[in-house]
């Protein structure tokens, strides 16, 4: 099951990433403790609304957009979830064991 | 400052009513307390990420279709906030005071 706090973690390391900030200065600026940050980032730990409002703050990145962001990676893999349903559902025809062996003669 | 978990509560609530059901049944359908699905409808309680993707089950609506909703909501706040900022920052020329006065005569 995909989780929103993994999405959301990989969302914001990416933003951070893509800036080339470190942990410990976009926790200083969020004013959250740098493990903290980190937990949110590798989807350990659930956001307090009130957090991500201040980490995006500091990212310099509307919710909207992070938002946005997340709700792609769900659709991305809801449907591959469906594809995959799909696939399973399609009888697997195993065809007849041929007869025809290697020979070395 | 807009919150997440009150415009996914919201988002949450609208759905449920769209569909004409009530707290009871989504509550039994996603195996939460009917306290808890009222409180995180309301907003006043962070939804766990389990809990969130269980009741989204429950209401039959993709996770990403519930997100992208909630980051169309931000953003429109996030608008309107802009809107509110830069009309704030245009200096208001006030009109000197009109020396006519109405007269009864």
Redesign the interface.
């Known amino acids: 099951?995909?989780?929103?706090?993994?999405v959301l973690g990989d969302e914001l390391r990416n933003q951070r990433l893509r800036q080339g900030r470190t942990l410990r200065e976009v926790s200083a600026a969020a004013r959250v403790s740098l493990g903290y940050l980190s937990e949110v980032e590798r989807g350990q730990k659930?956001a307090?609304?009130?957090l991500?409002?201040s980490i995006c703050s500091a990212l310099e990145v509307?919710?909207?957009?992070v938002?946005?962001s997340?709700?792609?990676e769900?659709?991305l893999s809801?449907l591959s979830e469906s594809v995959a349903s799909e696939v399973a559902a399609v009888p697997v025809e195993v065809p007849p064991r041929s007869t025809v062996v290697a020979s070395a003669a």
């Open positions: 099951m995909v989780l929103l706090r993994r659930e307090s609304s009130e991500l409002a509307p919710m909207s957009v938002l946005r997340v709700s792609d769900f659709a809801e």
